[in-house]
């Protein structure tokens, strides 16, 4: 078995693979210091109640956006599986060709969801992914990464709405009945879902244009992505572990090396 774990800024998902299937995986908040004894316990606690052991897990890999927690899993592989942990990065072998200026810059969970991305539809592909930003990756017909756009994401949208306009409430991240919103829930409701779907719909049509595509095809994921998806007139699939997938596939071209 093979065990992933991306950590995000908002949230740590981790997920366990039986050769090419997903058997499990839950979520753990990345915002909530812990050691990795703490780490440890929680994990070594999820995989006793769905009957994994450990002795079968044979290989470890990390995509992450937070250098400490990259640090804390990389100790527990080490430590608690007796693992050299595969840490994603630029640097990695992934196949994926990155023409980005700074190839460096580019964080692992866009590398993984590229990867994942043109292995399941091909190119030209936007990747959009919503977590705490909004990213959008974009990879040419013959898979190279070619760059892509971040914005502020849903949930730090009504976030950062609540902190410079104190009088404002924080909403559900719900559609409301009408774009013109009738009460201030409403309104705010509005400005946020009704917003970011003319930001994604209308960045997947300038994106385009801009790189001269008459057709391309766009998947989403992300934690808030089912909130968004079901409007939008340009997103064609939504697959919630596309970066776990990327992982795996990652982990498999690099497996002689970690194994």
């Given at each position: 078995?093979?065990?992933?774990?991306?950590?995000?800024?908002?949230?740590?998902?981790?997920?366990?693979?039986?050769?090419?299937?997903?058997?499990?995986?839950?979520?753990?908040?990345?915002?909530?210091?812990?050691?990795?004894?703490?780490?440890?316990?929680?994990?070594?606690?999820?995989?006793?109640?769905?009957?994994?052991?450990?002795?079968?897990?044979?290989?470890?890999?990390?995509?992450?956006?937070?250098?400490?927690?990259?640090?804390?899993?990389?100790?527990?592989?080490?430590?608690?599986?007796?693992?050299?942990?595969?840490?994603?990065?630029?640097?990695?072998?992934?196949?994926?060709?990155?023409?980005?200026?700074?190839?460096?810059?580019?964080?692992?969970?866009?590398?993984?969801?590229?990867?994942?991305?043109?292995?399941?539809?091909?190119?030209?592909?936007?990747?959009?992914?919503?977590?705490?930003?909004?990213?959008?990756?974009?990879?040419?017909?013959?898979?190279?990464?070619?760059?892509g756009s971040i914005a502020l994401g849903l949930k730090g949208a009504s976030e950062e709405l609540h902190r410079v306009a104190a009088k404002?409430?924080?909403?559900?991240?719900?559609?409301?009945?009408?774009?013109?919103?009738?009460?201030?829930?409403?309104?705010?409701?509005?400005?946020?879902?009704?917003?970011?779907?003319?930001?994604?719909?209308?960045?997947?049509?300038?994106?385009?244009?801009?790189?001269?595509?008459?057709?391309?095809?766009?998947?989403?994921?992300?934690?808030?992505?089912?909130?968004?998806?079901?409007?939008?007139?340009?997103?064609?699939?939504?697959?919630?572990?596309?970066?776990?997938?990327?992982?795996?596939?990652?982990?498999?071209?690099?497996?002689?090396?970690?194994?």
């Amino acid at each position: 078995m093979l065990l992933v774990v991306d950590v995000g800024n908002t949230e740590t998902v981790i997920g366990v693979y039986k050769q090419d299937e997903l058997k499990t995986h839950w979520s753990l908040s990345s915002r909530v210091p812990r050691t990795s004894d703490e780490s440890w316990i929680l994990l070594k606690t999820w995989c006793e109640a769905h009957h994994i052991a450990f002795t079968d897990i044979r290989g470890f890999v990390v995509s992450s956006v937070v250098p400490s927690l990259t640090a804390v899993f990389a100790g527990v592989s080490r430590e608690r599986f007796g693992l050299e942990p595969l840490v994603i990065t630029a640097d990695t072998d992934t196949g994926l060709e990155i023409l980005y200026d700074t190839p460096r810059t580019v964080g692992a969970d866009r590398i993984c969801n590229a990867v994942a991305g043109y292995a399941m539809a091909g190119g030209p592909l936007i990747v959009v992914d919503f977590g705490t930003a909004t990213t959008f990756d974009v990879i040419s017909e013959k898979g190279a990464y070619i760059g892509g756009s971040i914005a502020l994401g849903l949930k730090g949208a009504s976030e950062e709405l609540h902190r410079v306009a104190a009088k404002l409430p924080r909403v559900d991240l719900v559609f409301p009945g009408s774009v013109v919103g009738r009460t201030t829930e409403e309104s705010i409701q509005s400005g946020i879902m009704w917003g970011t779907l003319a930001l994604v719909d209308g960045m997947i049509d300038t994106i385009a244009r801009e790189m001269e595509w008459d057709t391309v095809q766009v998947i989403a994921t992300g934690g808030t992505a089912s909130s968004v998806v079901e409007k939008s007139a340009r997103i064609e699939r939504v697959e919630p572990f596309l970066t776990l997938e990327g992982m795996r596939l990652i982990y498999q071209r690099n497996q002689k090396s970690y194994s």
